[in-house]
T-cell receptor, first 110, second 114 residues
Framework: QKEVEQDPGPLSVPEGAIVSLNCTYS??????FMWYRQYSRKGPELLMY????GNKEDGRFTAQVDKSSKYISLFIRDSQPSDSATYLC??????????FGAGTTVTVRA | ETGVTQTPRHLVMGMTNKKSLKCEQH?????MYWYKQSAKKPLELMFV???????ENNSVPSRFSPECPNSSHLFLHLHTLQPEDSALYLC?????????????FGPGTRLTVT
């Protein structure tokens, strides 16, 4: 069993739709949960991070963590073509060793 | 230059060649990392340097040899690679006032081994 599972997609949505991304994990020691965005031919950039369970909102982005279910989500509201990218979830107990998902490729159609 | 830079951006090398990848960070961070990104697979952590000292070698074959002369520069020396080593090699940095898990990535070097 992989430590972090993420559906690779691809996911294609029309502009303005809500994008829903998620990851499941097996290690109950994970405390910090990150979402990275990776544009084509670029390195990943940190989008959001959340500590423990709960929700965090930043503009059009909302991250949710449910530790009891070992499940994290990222929602993108009012999606734009510029949101087209690969989204990687990552998590760690509390150190530099991040465990990544394989990434979900998202295309927002104009 | 700002952030994390990597050179070259693309590299094609034969199995008998020797080449080096370079990474430089301008963020004042203390830790630097090498990751391997293959298609449809999670990022694999290869090496970690903290204050120039190697703190992690994630069972990486000896044909990959890292070097960290100071906290701002990181190299990955390559020799006698295999075709399955073809991938995107990413450098990242963190620390120096920001959380260790908040890592900043360079654009990567796309390596093709022929």
């Amino acid at each position: 069993q992989k430590e972090v599972e993420q559906d690779p997609g691809p996911l294609s949505v029309p502009e303005g739709a809500i994008v829903s991304l998620n990851c499941t994990y097996s290690n109950s020691a994970f405390q910090y949960f990150m979402w990275y965005r990776q544009y084509s031919r670029k390195g990943p950039e940190l989008l959001m991070y959340t500590y423990s369970s709960g929700n965090k909102e930043d503009g059009r982005f909302t991250a949710q963590v449910d530790k009891s279910s070992k499940y994290i989500s990222l929602f993108i509201r009012d999606s734009q073509p510029s949101d087209s990218a690969t989204y990687l979830c990552a998590m760690t107990p509390n150190d530099y060793k991040l465990s990544f998902g394989a990434g979900t490729t998202v295309t927002v159609r104009a | 230059e700002t952030g994390v830079t990597q050179t070259p951006r693309h590299l094609v090398m034969g199995m008998t060649n020797k080449k080096s990848l370079k990474c430089e960070q301008h963020l004042g961070h203390n830790a630097m990392y090498w990751y391997k990104q293959s298609a449809k697979k999670p990022l694999e952590l290869m090496f970690v340097y903290n204050f120039k000292e190697q703190t992690e070698n994630n069972s990486v074959p000896s044909r990959f040899s890292p070097e960290c002369p100071n906290s701002s520069h990181l190299f990955l020396h390559l020799h006698t690679l295999q075709p399955e080593d073809s991938a995107l090699y990413l450098c990242a940095s963190s620390g120096g006032g920001t959380p260790w898990y908040e890592q900043y990535f360079g654009p990567g070097t796309r390596l093709t081994v022929t």
